[in-house]
Structures are given as structure tokens and as C-alpha cells.
């Protein structure tokens, strides 16, 4: 079975520079490992710490044809 956590952050003014885009990304990938199998999780621009998360689910049947 595949499963996958993802961590994602949109670049910002505030970052200043990529790298901090990355490492808020990075944040929000260990918060989707920690809550487990599927997960996403969007890094909030307004705190490093703040994140939105969503489970991903697995496609019905339907969707696969």
C-alpha cells in the first residue's frame, strides 16, 4: 500500500529568503508524519508554528475509471 505525507509552504515577502520558505515547509511535513498516514499539511505564513492539515483520502472506485 502507498501512503504519503506531504509538507508544503508558499513562498513569501516575509520569508526574506527561499531557505525559510523551505524550513517552514519542512515544519509542516513533520506535523503530516506525526498525524499519521495520508496527511498534508499547508505551513500558515502568519507563524512558523501554525499549520493547516488535511487527510488525504484514498481514491473511491469510481474515481479510478
Do not use: F, W
Not at 520569508?15 to 511535513?29: M, S
Not at 500558515?44 to 492539515?53: G, K
Request: avoid cysteine.
Amino acid at each position: 500500500q502507498l501512503t504519503i505525507s506531504a509538507g508544503l509552504a508558499e513562498y513569501s515577502h516575509q520569508d526574506g529568503y527561499l531557505q525559510q520558505t523551505i524550513k517552514r515547509a519542512d515544519k509542516a511535513l513533520y506535523q503530516a508524519k506525526q498525524q499519521g498516514k495520508n496527511q498534508a499539511v499547508l505551513a500558515s505564513d502568519e507563524s512558523p508554528d501554525m499549520a493547516l492539515s488535511s487527510e488525504i483520502n484514498k481514491p473511491t472506485q469510481a474515481q479510478t475509471e
